[in-house]
């Protein structure tokens, strides 16, 4: 062991951590090149009127704070779905300034303008993984972004938001199979 220190922050959805499938395979293949797993945690409730977004993006922020002050990474892989891009669209350049940081981004919400602009002002290497079948999939805001980053492309043919096909098992291991294999590539560039 060289002492290298590879720290991946899991960002999951509201609804769905990283036990489902569109999360636990990337988390497969960041653990298979050696890093080490931090799930954040958000707030018993998602943000409504009382509860503004700010107190959502307070607690992630100093949850990866205290991550990455705990782990002293020499590299971040940043592992965030639907809600979570939202989160990590938002978090400041300066906290991730000193060490190489990556994302891979999975069924982003790219059509929320704020998102595409944190994600292309990150400047980070990314691999952006939407559904073709997903309601919340924005193919041009999709494709501004991962042209901004020269970012690597996932869309799986048909795939919801869950990055399954519905009515279709076969596609739908298909697509997790095409996701796994993308992101063994994207990490071990």
Not at 2 to 20: D, W
Not at 75 to 88: D, R, Y
């Amino acid at each position: 062991m060289n002492g290298h220190r590879h720290l991946a922050i899991v960002l999951p959805g509201q609804s769905y951590g990283p036990l489902g499938p569109a999360i636990r395979i990337p988390l497969l293949a960041v653990e298979q090149v050696g890093a080490e797993v931090v799930e954040v945690r958000y707030p018993e409730r998602p943000a409504t009127e009382d509860e503004p977004w700010d107190a959502f993006h307070d607690s992630v922020l100093e949850q990866v704070r205290a991550a990455v002050a705990d782990a002293r990474p020499d590299e971040i892989t940043f592992v965030a779905k639907s809600l979570g891009t939202v989160a990590l669209a938002a978090l400041p350049p300066s906290l991730l300034a000193q060490v190489p940081v990556r994302a891979i981004w999975l069924t982003p919400i790219f059509g929320q303008a704020s998102v595409r602009a944190g994600a292309i002002a990150m400047g980070r290497p990314s691999l952006l993984v939407a559904g073709g079948g997903d309601d919340l999939h924005a193919p041009q805001d999709h494709a501004a972004v991962a042209g901004a980053l020269r970012a690597e492309s996932l869309v799986i043919p048909r795939a919801d938001h869950l990055l399954e096909v519905p009515g279709d098992v076969i596609a739908t291991a298909d697509g997790f199979r095409s996701l796994a294999e993308r992101a063994l590539g994207f990490l071990r560039r």
